[in-house]
């Protein structure tokens, strides 16, 4: 734990550059500067990234992503009995992030999707006040943690088990004022994604938000996986067993907007300079945010 905590201050955020263009995701230069939006196409440059995939080799059989999903929650419950709450730390970015859009779930229900620990949830409530908020993972031991949390069941937060993928949220229809999904899309299996934000724009409110944070195609994560790790395309099985998948921009808006979800996803591009090695890591996230339409009127 002490070093995970350790590796997390090491770390400064040195630049951030914002892209919400379609195309491909943005490739990083080997000193660590962005390409500027029109350098994006230049020869070599997305290459380069498709190579390094390529040579991952092919994807793992059938037999394997059937496993790996059947793992999945066993996966999951190991990886915070390794870590207990101290993983990640709690999320304070996502109010400087998402801004004036958080203001939907003021006084209101927000529904958080893998909400682990509470690390995304805990700094809301208290920003935000809100009247219920309903946190949902499918790792017992993370719901049991969070659950735990005196902080949180003082602010009105209700932890609960749910496989969000393939279980109902338990929430009325058009109920939630916001709904929050950072880091979770990821780790759902793409064939489940559909069915997931279907399940979200059915309990938001019309003018209610979803707000996604994830991981964006090209990250560095991405392209330093071993052969015998990709389960499909951009979609990787790690060493403990958890899965990701990388996004593009326009996989997200093809999820949401479709669903009557009015807003579009950006990259968000970070080099994170490790201050004892001076190495850096070349970080691709993918965040949007989307307010669910009124029904149209019927003539």
Known sequence: ?????????????????????????????????????ECWYEEGRVEAAQAAIERQGAPLSEFWRVEYERRSRASWDAFYKRNGDQAYRDR??????????????????????????????????????????????????????????????????????????TEPFGEADASADCVTCFFVLS??????????????????????????????????????????????DNWYVKSDGTRCFYFETSDLDALFRPL???????????AHLNRATRQVRRRVFVQADYCKLPPTKKK
């Not at 040195?14 to 919400?20: A, G, N, P, S, Y």
């Not at 009557?260 to 970070?270: E, I, K, R, T």
């Open 1 to 37: 734990m002490e070093e995970a905590g350790t590796l997390v201050r090491l770390y400064e955020c040195v630049r951030v550059i914002r892209k919400t263009r379609s195309g491909p995701p943005p490739v990083m230069e080997e000193d660590g500067v962005w390409w500027s939006e």
């Open 92 to 165: 304070h970015y996502v109010e400087s992030e998402f801004g004036r859009s958080l203001e939907a779930a003021r006084g209101g229900t927000l529904v958080e999707l893998g909400a682990g620990v509470g690390n995304g949830v805990a700094p809301l409530v208290r920003a935000l006040a809100v009247r219920r908020a309903v946190c949902l993972d499918f790792s017992p031991r993370a719901v049991a943690m969070l659950a735990a949390r005196s902080d949180l069941c003082a602010l009105n937060c209700e932890a609960r088990l749910c496989d969000v993928a």
């Open 187 to 232: 780790a759902i299996a793409p064939h489940h994604l559909p069915a997931v934000a279907a399940k979200i724009a059915r309990v938001l409110k019309p003018g209610g938000r979803v707000l996604v944070r994830d991981y964006g195609r090209y990250d560095q994560a991405q392209l330093r996986f071993a052969k015998g790790r990709k389960l499909a």
């Open 260 to 270: 009557h979800c009015d807003g579009a996803a950006a990259y968000v591009c970070q």
